[in-house]
Nanobody, 125 residues
Framework: QVQLVESGGGLVQPGGSLRLSCAAS????????IGWFRQAPGKVREGISC????????YYTDSVKGRFTISRDNAKNTVYLQMTSLKPEDTAVYYC??????????????????WGQGTQVTVSS
């Protein structure tokens, strides 16, 4: 059974850091591009970062560029999102998603076939 499981969310103060993990089971992440998305209450889902399975290239949306870092450890079948300098506006449920390789990197959620259940990140003092 194909499954993605996010972990690492929680409550953090503004300026703090968290590292989210996206672990895959039932398939090998080596052959999949991975995207991170988030959705805050009352807002549309936003794509924030993705990483290629082909060459490891990455992309970040402007709102997180310079603060978030996406990486992958194929040996652990896991992708990470290191988040630093967190702001209250980063509060959201964070999701990872997988898309088969061979395509241009995208943060179009409709292009991703597999999704995790999400992990809550709350940035508040």
């Amino acid at each position: 059974q194909v499954q993605l499981v996010e972990s690492g969310g929680g409550l953090v103060q503004p300026g703090g850091s968290l590292r989210l993990s996206c672990a895959a089971s039932g398939f090998t992440l080596d052959y999949y591009d991975i995207g991170w998305f988030r959705q805050a209450p009352g807002k549309v889902r936003e794509g924030i970062s993705c990483i290629s399975s082909s060459d490891g290239s990455t992309y970040y949306t402007d709102s997180v560029k310079g603060r978030f870092t996406i990486s992958r450890d194929n040996a652990k079948n896991t992708v990470y999102l290191q988040m630093t300098s967190l702001k209250p506006e980063d509060t959201a449920v964070y999701y990872c998603a997988a898309r088969g390789r061979g395509h241009q990197l995208t943060l179009n959620a409709h292009r991703y076939a597999y999704w995790g259940q999400g992990t809550q990140v709350t940035v508040s003092s």
